[in-house]
């Protein structure tokens, strides 16, 4: 293994995505937060992870300074080089994290002049501060992560574009808080965790699965319910033609119709889908107001799937998300696991995720997204 992947908020889905494109063999988790992968990945490509390293020293855990790391190896330039450590897997304070980089700096005088960049908060900097200090390339960040008494020492090669993310969210001429946002990295993995050339989304909404299909080069079409969102599809998809020059962009289409009558296109097709997730709530629903929710999408979800089950060949991918909600008493999911084998579909099953388990969602937020990775059977 020689590079390190730091895996996003929530690591178990960026495992599983991993997993899907490199497969099980080329990784090995490492920690609560990280990865060991064989080779290097562009993280462009990849929704789940934060930060990549080339690994410099495996082993057992020592201090910073006393790890038999061959610090030649460290990239100094004429003038002043700016560096700085990211701890993973450590409970530790900022403190900790600076003064390790100050002997480090001590340490390395001969060689040059060093300037510390040091963690906003915690023990590790963000992919902002990163790249606001010139850390890849002109610097180096040491990327430290420890996991039981092993430790891998790294040097950051690339970290989480967040602005092209930022850009691809807020600045699409049509957007609908009414609908619910899909974060680009979310809909990035699900398209990842298929491999079909055409993507369809039976609920696209704004787009957003269309667009980060187009982008990772597969073809994309999706459908919806309601006339504003496919013209809101229409619309950014116009808007995506003009940023950036996607030979399939030609090809794809917003078209009106009901998830659970929608003809999908012929030929080897995979559905990725952030369902629908019932309407907007203000605050925690109550479990008789889940009740009625999980009755009502239940059908949704049951009548959907059947009719696409009807056009698809066995063997299919379809990767959707569906709610699951947060009340006082914990998560209720909507109980669509039980319905799946009847329905036609087997959930994908990984070496490192457990994909029944698989809840996206932030603090706070009444409705969290189970994403439900399959195949016909
Ligand atoms: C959570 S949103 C999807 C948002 C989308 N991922 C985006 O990028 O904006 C769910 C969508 O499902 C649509 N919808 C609801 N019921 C539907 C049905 N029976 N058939 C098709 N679309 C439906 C809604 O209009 C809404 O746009």
């Known amino acids: 293994m020689e590079y390190v992947v730091i895996l996003g908020r929530q690591p178990e889905f960026g495992l599983a995505e ?3 494109v490199v497969g099980a063999k080329a990784i090995a988790p490492f920690g609560n937060q990280a990865a060991l992968l064989r080779k290097s990945l562009d993280l462009n490509h990849l929704g789940g992870a934060q930060k990549l390293g080339r690994i410099l020293y495996r082993g057992p855990a020592h201090d910073l300074n006393e790890a038999p790391l061959n610090l030649n190896e460290l990239p100094l330039r004429e003038g002043k080089t700016n560096f700085g450590l990211s701890y993973y897997g450590v409970r530790a304070t900022t403190k900790f994290v600076t003064a390790a980089g100050l002997t480090l700096k001590k340490r390395l005088r001969e ?3 060093l300037r510390l960049v040091t963690p906003q908060e915690g023990t590790t900097l963000s992919a902002a501060q990163v790249k606001f200090n010139g850390l890849i ?4 960040e040491l990327l430290i992560v420890v996991a039981d008494q092993e430790m891998v020492i790294t040097i950051t090669t690339q970290v989480q574009d967040i602005d092209s993310y930022a850009a691809r969210d807020y600045q699409r001429p049509a957007r609908s808080a009414k609908v619910g946002m899909l974060p680009p990295k979310l809909a990035q993995l699900m398209v990842n965790t298929t491999s079909a050339g055409l993507i369809y989304d039976p609920f696209c909404g ?3 699965v ?4 187009l982008l990772l080069g597969r073809e994309a079409s999706g459908s919806d319910l309601n006339p504003e969102m496919v013209e809101a599809s229409r619309e950014n998809l116009e808007w995506l033609s003009k940023q950036i020059s996607l030979p399939k962009l030609a090809a794809s289409t917003a078209e009106l119709a009901d998830a659970r009558e929608v003809r999908l296109p012929p030929g080897p097709v995979g559905i990725v889908s952030e369902g629908y997730l ?3 709530l203000s605050r925690k629903p109550t479990k008789p107001e889940v009740a009625e929710l999980q009755q009502e999408l239940l059908e949704l979800y049951s009548a959907s799937l059947r009719s696409w089950r009807e ?3 066995k063997g299919a991918e379809v990767t959707i998300t569906i709610p699951a909600w947060q009340t006082q008493d914990g998560i209720i999911p909507l109980g669509l696991l039980d319905r799946l084998s009847d329905l036609g579909y087997t959930l994908k099953s990984f070496a490192h995720t457990d994909t029944r388990n698989l809840i996206y969602r932030r603090p706070g937020q009444a409705v969290g997204r189970q994403l439900l990775i399959m195949r016909t059977h």
């Open 210 to 213: 269309l667009q980060e299909a």
């Open 18 to 20: 991993l997993e899907s």
């Open 206 to 208: 704004t787009g957003v």
């Open 311 to 313: 056009q698809l060949p």
């Open 278 to 280: 019932g309407p907007n």
């Open 111 to 113: 060689r040059g002049s």
């Open 137 to 140: 390339g002109k610097g180096f």
